[in-house]
């Protein structure tokens, strides 16, 4: 256990067993949605797994529907926190609490197919890759609207070249929602050992730190679902440029900003990112490098 004081613990009777999967779903005030992401993570055909629920001090009905579940289900155990100690904290206290060798983190508001780990988990085992990256899509879950991903725009993410990875992912606009990466299933000590160079509070960081330290996998027959109560980040993108057809000083201020940050991750690389942050454009995701301009 780490240092974090839990008010509330409900948890299964200790057994000898370990898991071969540790799930950690940070929330907080998730009622409204929680219940169907449990649902769809207990109905997972692949059943070795621990769901680590770490509660940041709700003020909804999150905590009752949680003791609801951890009373009905051992592989559950649900933390409530003291105090909230903000999402960054939150992500890394089931990050360290988990015991299985793999580890993926859940959100409160997302979905997975039946067949999520099994298929994430088997390509795990059976290979020397770090990290299993599902196929996705977008869906709004008011306005029964989705969009999947060109699964091919992620491929470089299997190269053995690390400064293609790299560079490829920092090059893809947010709009192609490239930051699901930090929703994969990792080795555990992998994503411990990224976590130190770089944690969640900026997901886009985390995943070119991740892909720095290693090679993932496509897993093409594992559907997540990202889901939004209305419509997903970038969804209105073509709206967006032409309505804001020059660039804002935020978005100035916030790719200098980037720009910082990313290049004292990568010194190495200081010249290539220039050039893309160079190129980065606000709303829009069409005009990215291909894979074959970074070489």
Not at 8 to 24: D, F, M
Not at 96 to 117: C, I, P, Q, R
Not at 157 to 167: F, G, H, N, Q
Request: glycine share 4%; hydrophobic share 40%.
């Amino acid at each position: 256990m780490n240092n974090h004081t839990p008010l509330n613990l409900v948890a299964s009777p200790v057994t000898s067993k370990v898991p071969q999967v540790s799930i950690g779903m940070p929330v907080y005030n998730g009622a409204k949605f929680i219940r169907e992401a449990l649902d769809s993570l207990l109905a997972q055909t692949f059943t070795d797994f621990e769901l680590i629920i770490s509660d940041n001090a709700s003020t909804d009905e999150t905590e009752a529907i949680c003791q609801e579940y951890a009373a009905k289900d051992a592989r559950i155990r649900y933390v409530r926190q003291a105090k909230n100690l903000g999402a960054v904290a939150n992500f890394k206290f089931v990050l360290d609490e988990a015991v299985g060798e793999y580890f993926m983190w859940a959100a409160h508001d997302d979905k997975w197919s039946k067949a999520y780990l099994f298929n994430s988990k088997s390509i795990l085992a059976d290979t020397d890759y770090s990290f299993a990256f599902p196929s996705f899509e977008l869906k709004s879950i008011q306005l029964y609207l989705s969009k999947k991903f060109d699964k091919c725009v992620f491929e470089f993410i299997e190269s053995k070249d690390r400064r293609k990875r790299v560079l490829q992912f920092l090059a893809l606009h947010h709009n192609s929602h490239k930051c699901n990466i930090v929703y994969s299933l990792f080795r555990k000590e992998f994503l411990k050992n990224a976590y130190q160079l770089q944690n969640i509070s900026n997901d886009g960081a985390l995943g070119a730190v991740i892909l720095s330290l290693g090679r993932g996998a496509i897993v093409r027959n594992a559907l997540f679902s990202k889901r939004y109560p209305k419509l997903w980040p970038g969804a209105l993108s073509v709206l967006y440029a032409w309505i804001y057809r020059n660039s804002s000083n935020n978005f100035n201020l916030a790719k200098e900003a980037g720009l910082a940050e990313i290049s004292i991750l990568f010194p190495e690389y200081v010249s290539e990112i220039k050039s893309i942050f160079d190129y980065y454009k606000p709303y829009t995701h069409t005009k990215y490098f291909k894979i074959c301009e970074i070489q």
